[in-house]
């Protein structure tokens, strides 16, 4: 008798679903111990995920594709039966989107597909300018909306630097620039917790004030760049410098027709430049380095800058003449040009701690870095709210271009 009403009670519940039911066999399942995964770049760039498969009674094959950017994926077991994968996740910069996963048989036929949300965040506090550089005239007046995010307090946004070229006010979210005179420098801009008053980010504008430069250019036939075909539009930010270079026989086409502004800036390219820009001196002696051909059209202005102190080869024997220069070098070979040429170096930015690569800038060339970001000679790029100065990065002939003017223009000293 007890046997039968336990019997009964065990279908009573089983139809109102009190117990647990058995997964039939080949009726395969997929769970996850989150339903959202939330990866914070501020406090870890990684994250775990078991993923519990069930119902499948032979080994299969778990697949996962993401179309998070940022996101790299890697299992810890790959291969199991009816039992648990974990899935490693690791973010590299903000980005939102599913985790797609598929088991498949041994036959490599699909059982099941399923999906999982995935968010990289950056819950660092971060200040960032509607532009990072901005050109003006005497008296124009230009206002750049200010952006705060990441986890953040009651804040304040106060001006903590100027250049005497401009005047530069907090303006509600928004930094306002009233051009003053003939100059360049940076604008920097912090952002304070109001209780305690702590600094928790910062950003930088770097302002160039000068003559307008594309009215300059009268278009047409008798525009400097005009017989190129790729050299980009009047309005364009690099037209003044590609102008500039050409008319002061800096720089020539890659071919009658191509300037290639987007083509990488070689080594031998740029210390051909600064050659042209000396004067192009004659220079004696052999060639210090073996891989210079001496035919080569950077020959001469290689033999000049090594023995001027101008620049150096990668080692005692070669100089890598059709490498690419990167930003860092273009800085120390300008600096080291502006040295002897009577150029002026002594402006220097305060440190290079508003960039945050900053730790990635080689020794021999923070000091020359320092001088031409307050120059204005080279800027920064905004990547999730940060500032790069890409020290490693190399440079195109365009933006090597808009570099030689202003290094021209900016640096010069004037005659006593």
Same mark, same amino acid.
């Given at each position: =008798? %007890?046997?039968?009403?336990?019997? !009964? ?70 291969? =199991? ?5 974990? #899935? &490693? ?9 599913? !985790? ?32 990072? +550089? ?8 230009? +206002? ?12 304040? #946004?106060?001006?903590? $630097? /100027? ?17 003053? %005179? ?11 917790? %109001? ?20 009215? +300059? ?6 525009? @400097? ?6 050299? @980009? ?16 026989? !800096? ?13 990488? =800036?070689? /080594?031998? =390219? ?9 004067? %192009? ?42 490498? /690419? ?23 220097? !930015? ?35 709210? &940060?500032? #790069?100065?890409?020290?490693?990065? +190399? ?17 010069? $000293?004037? @005659?006593?």
């Amino acid at each position: =008798m %007890k046997h039968k009403i336990f019997a !009964l009670l065990l279908t009573a519940a089983l139809l109102l679903g009190l117990l647990p039911t058995a997964t039939a066999a080949g009726t395969p399942t997929l769970q996850f111990d989150t339903t959202h995964v939330w990866i914070d770049l501020a406090t870890s760039a990684y994250a775990s995920v078991d993923v519990t498969v069930g119902g499948i009674a032979t080994a299969y094959r778990l697949e996962v594709q993401s179309d998070v950017a940022g996101l790299a994926a890697h299992w810890v077991n790959a291969y =199991m039966t009816d039992g648990r994968n974990t #899935l &490693r996740l690791r973010g590299s910069r903000i980005g939102s989107g599913e !985790l797609v996963f598929r088991i498949y048989s041994n036959q490599d036929a699909l059982l099941l597909t399923q999906t999982l949300r995935i968010d990289v965040i950056d819950s660092t506090p971060r200040l960032t300018a509607e532009a990072l +550089s901005v050109d003006l005239t005497p008296g124009t007046v230009r +206002s750049l909306a200010l952006t705060a995010a990441g986890t953040l307090p009651t804040y304040e #946004l106060r001006c903590e $630097a /100027r250049t005497d070229c401009v005047a530069a006010e907090i303006d509600g979210g928004a930094l306002r620039l009233t051009a003053q %005179k003939i100059g360049h420098g940076f604008v920097t801009v912090g952002l304070y917790a %109001k209780a305690g008053g702590k600094k928790l980010a910062a950003c930088a504008v770097l302002v160039n004030v000068n003559e307008r430069q594309a009215a +300059s250019c009268p278009g047409g036939e008798a525009c @400097p760049s005009a017989s190129f075909l790729d050299t @980009p539009e009047a309005d364009h930010w690099a037209h003044g410098g590609i102008d500039f270079v050409l008319q002061a026989g !800096l720089f020539n086409g890659t071919d009658a027709r191509h300037f290639e502004p987007d083509g990488s =800036m070689t /080594r031998g =390219m740029l210390v051909t430049v600064l050659w042209r820009l000396a004067g %192009k001196p004659e220079a004696e002696g052999a060639l210090p380095f073996a891989d210079v051909d001496a035919n080569a059209y950077y020959a001469e202005p290689i033999r000049w800058a090594a023995q001027n102190g101008v620049v150096n080869g990668v080692d005692a024997a070669h100089f890598e003449p059709d490498g /690419r220069v990167t930003r860092e070098q273009i800085a120390t070979i300008l600096f080291r040009y502006a040295e002897k040429h009577g150029y002026r170096t002594d402006a220097r !930015l305060n440190g290079l701690e508003l960039f945050y690569d900053e730790g990635y800038v080689s020794q021999y060339a923070y000091e020359a870095l320092r001088w031409a970001t307050a120059e204005g000679l080279i800027g920064g790029s905004a990547e999730n709210g &940060r500032l #790069l100065l890409d020290p490693g990065g +190399s440079a195109t002939r365009a933006q090597v271009a808009t570099i030689l003017m202003r290094f021209v223009q900016n640096c010069r $000293a004037e @005659p006593a």
